[in-house]
């Protein structure tokens, strides 16, 4: 009776993929972050597939870890392996659900800039189903389950990136604060309201716009914008708007400018589309309605 011999194993899915975010990411801890997995685990994973390996891909060091020669030379190959994965996910994801369309965003952009707009969008897709997703920071498309997503992106636009406008920042105020402020100098009078996300605005509209004001002033800090910017509404002292999150409240006359300083950042309100459905009609309507809906 023939035998089959055992069969060599390959090392497992998660040990490669750990290595490779880990590797891409620059450490265990970020790629934990991006895996959804505790640092504990992908060290794990890659000493497991060090060991299959028969060599070291990292070397570990007190200040973290840095890539081997080896490590080095298959990075780029298992990258590129898995963004080819990623895609064929999206692919599948695309033809099996072709009416479903997910987004991902900044949470203030989803409470203030998005959510006012969805009637309009819901309108004109009636016949597709939208799933919003609010997340501090951009996702990886070729990797993660998203059709397009909105934020605010630095530098030159990327391929598949469509720019909604710059960012502009300005105080802003209610209108029974902004009675009190006749000049930059007289922000000094009143609480400097801040959100964590974008904690350094103050400093930033300060070295530019007013460089003889102290950005020390004291003044409450918020993890939310949307929760800055009621406190503004309210009347609880003066925020840094940005101006596509603040546009409704100053035509409404809830928020006013105070002074005409404004400061354009180097970076953009941005829509920008997974790469892998090369025709994806359903997402292409939903970024035509969003533009529309301004």
């Not at 009636?126 to 997703?133: G, H, K």
């Not at 939310?224 to 708007?241: H, K, T």
């Not at 928020?255 to 790469?275: D, K, W």
Request: hydrophobic share 45%.
């Amino acid at each position: 009776m023939p035998v089959s011999p055992p069969r060599p194993k390959g090392p497992p899915l998660n040990a490669l993929r750990a290595f490779e975010a880990a590797a891409r990411l620059g450490g265990f801890a970020a790629a934990a972050e991006e895996l959804c997995v505790t640092p504990g685990a992908v060290s794990q994973h890659v000493k497991a597939l060090e060991i299959w390996a028969g060599s070291e891909l990292f070397r570990r060091r007190s200040q973290g870890v840095l890539l081997t020669p080896l490590g080095e030379s298959v990075l780029a190959d298992f990258s590129t392996a898995f963004d080819r994965m990623g895609e064929a996910v999206q692919l599948l994801r695309a033809r099996a659900a072709p009416n479903q369309v997910r987004i991902a965003t900044l949470p203030s952009l989803a409470q203030i800039w998005l959510s006012p707009r969805l009637p309009a969008i819901r309108e004109a897709v009636a016949d597709l189903e939208l799933s919003i997703t609010a997340l501090e920071t951009p996702p990886n498309l070729k990797r993660e389950p998203f059709d397009c997503c909105i934020f605010f992106e630095s530098g030159p636009l990327r391929q598949g990136s469509i720019s909604l406008g710059s960012d502009v920042i300005f105080p802003v105020c209610a209108p029974s604060v902004a009675k009190r402020l006749r000049r930059p100098e007289d922000l000094n009078r009143v609480p400097w309201l801040r959100d964590a996300s974008w904690s350094a605005d103050w400093e930033t509209w300060t070295d530019l716009a007013a460089p003889t004001l102290s950005s020390a002033a004291h003044g409450p800090l918020y993890s939310l914008y949307s929760l800055a910017l009621e406190e503004a509404v309210n009347g609880a002292g003066v925020l840094i708007g940005h101006e596509v999150l603040v546009r409704n409240h100053l035509r409404a006359g809830t928020l006013v400018e105070p002074f005409g300083q404004r400061v354009t950042l180097e970076r953009q309100l941005t829509i920008t589309v997974a790469g892998p459905v090369a025709k994806n009609r359903a997402r292409d309507r939903v970024i035509d309605a969003l533009i529309q809906a301004g």
